[in-house]
């Protein structure tokens, strides 16, 4: 028996075939590398017991007898969150390590996989007792409006978030966290006020405290970590996950909405909340109330552009969370690697995805030379290169706003600021410039006709 420090995470966005892959890899390191490998789930809707069409789990004969952990485990009325997975996740890994066996963590929900592989990073881990003094402070100089408001927050974790506007609360108690939220942005803001409230940590706090443990390096002995990126180009992911739903309708989605709302009852439902955030059940909910063509086919529409949202919040998170993680693991000299591997056809599974996974994985196993990640693909290539990144994350993260972009200054139109780039090129920015300008001849052409 080889005991180790080696994790593998497949990671992409919904509809790539990370099952697959991992599935695939399981089997590899069985046959070729002999060595045991069982499967981590890593996505948050898979944890609930059946559902197993509207969370898209592997089926039996596609796990192929690799067995797979955190999945099937709670009832829909359960809620499970990061710090629970990351304790039982990592359990789970440490476990599987030290009888010489593979972990092979796998799912879309990236924010639980980069928490997992980078340990350390929950606010529940910043010490309270840091700013009990400066907090109190705040919470005693409330004016009595915003007072309420932070009372009415109370004390469960899970309550609902209280009617009112709560970015005026947040900005008096964190203000360097409020403006990273645009003021509209409810569930954000309920989100950081949550943390200060349960924890007694203003989110800000937490975030400084990542990047001064990235400074002094913190971290010992870590696992040995290789990530491999499951993508696809948007166009074909988006005709296959349209494709998805007719076949999950087919395989008895509405079957398992149905059952949900008869778990959910009469009582209005959170959709932001547990089971009931997975994509279809809101969607169908106008249809199965009233019936009729025409909402049916407005839900399968609906389905088809949160699916698209959804993936294309998975794919932005690992590039803007992820990799500039993993970058800044692999300079301070920790041995995390990171390859994308090209999904976009199918057909070409084999070739782009399946053989240039195993080869890669062979060399982690081995310790032998790892190839460049960029040279894979020409995707990989554009993919991976993420630029440098400056400043902490608070200021990284501020929104600012856009002066030619904003029409109505009570309104103003928004962007981060880490984003000043990719806004400034955008079509938005662009029209609204060539708006501006159109305004400006005008205007100036009427002045001087009057003159």
């Known amino acids: 028996m080889r005991r180790h420090r080696d994790v593998v995470a497949v990671i992409g966005s919904t509809g790539t075939g990370k099952s697959q892959l991992a599935v695939d890899l399981a089997r590899h390191a069985a046959q070729h590398l002999g060595m045991y490998a069982e499967a981590i789930s890593a996505d948050s809707m898979q944890t609930y017991v059946g559902l197993d069409v509207i969370t898209n789990k592997a089926d039996a004969s596609e796990m192929e007898g690799v067995p797979h952990h955190l999945l099937s485990f709670l009832s829909p009325g359960q809620e499970y969150d990061i710090t629970q997975f990351v304790a039982d996740a990592g359990g789970l890994c440490a476990q599987l390590q030290q009888q010489g066996a593979l972990p092979i963590v796998v799912g879309g929900t990236t924010y639980y996989v980069q928490h997992l592989l980078f340990p350390g990073r929950l606010v529940s881990q910043v010490p309270s007792t840091d700013y009990e003094g400066d907090v109190h402070a705040r919470i005693a100089s409330l004016p009595p409006d915003l007072r309420a408001l932070w009372d009415a927050l109370g004390d469960d974790p899970k309550a609902p978030p209280p009617p009112g506007d709560l970015w005026p609360l947040l900005a008096h108690l964190d203000l360097a966290c409020a403006q990273r939220w645009h003021h509209r942005d409810h569930r954000k803001v309920y989100r950081s006020l949550r943390i200060l409230r349960d924890t007694g940590v203003p989110q800000s706090a ?3 405290a990542q990047d001064e443990e990235d400074r002094q390096h913190g971290r010992r002995e870590p696992s040995r970590r290789l990530v491999l990126w499951v993508w696809s180009e948007r166009e074909a992911l988006h005709a296959r996950l349209n494709a998805r739903i007719q076949t999950m309708i087919e395989r008895g989605l509405l079957d398992e909405i149905r059952d949900l709302r008869r778990i959910a009852g009469d009582a209005p439902t959170d959709y932001t909340r547990g089971i009931f955030q997975a994509i279809g059940y809101k969607e169908f909910d106008a249809y199965l109330t009233h019936g009729g063509d025409d909402r049916f086919a407005a839900a399968i529409t609906d389905m088809q552009t949160a699916t698209r949202r959804y993936a294309k919040r998975q794919t932005s998170w690992i590039r803007n969370q992820l990799l500039p993680e993993i970058r800044k693991a ?8 990171l390859y994308l591997l090209d999904a976009t056809d ?31 693909s020409a995707a990989a290539a554009e993919q991976l290169a993420v630029p440098e990144q400056t400043g902490s994350r608070l200021e990284r993260n501020r929104l600012v706003a856009c002066d030619t972009c904003t029409s109505d200054e009570a309104q103003p139109f928004l962007y981060r600021e880490n984003e000043r780039d990719k806004h400034m090129q955008s079509r938005t920015h662009r029209m609204a410039l060539k708006r501006r300008s159109r305004a400006a001849y005008i205007a100036e052409g009427r002045a001087r006709a009057r003159s």
Do not use: C, N, T, Y
Not at 330 to 337: A, K, M
């Open 206 to 208: 937490w975030l400084s």
């Open 330 to 337: 692999q300079e301070r000299g920790e041995d995390v690697w």
């Open 346 to 376: 199918p057909a070409f599974w084999k070739e782009r995805v399946s053989d240039p996974a195993h080869r890669i994985l062979e060399a982690f196993i081995a310790h032998d030379p790892m190839p460049d990640p960029r040279a894979q």
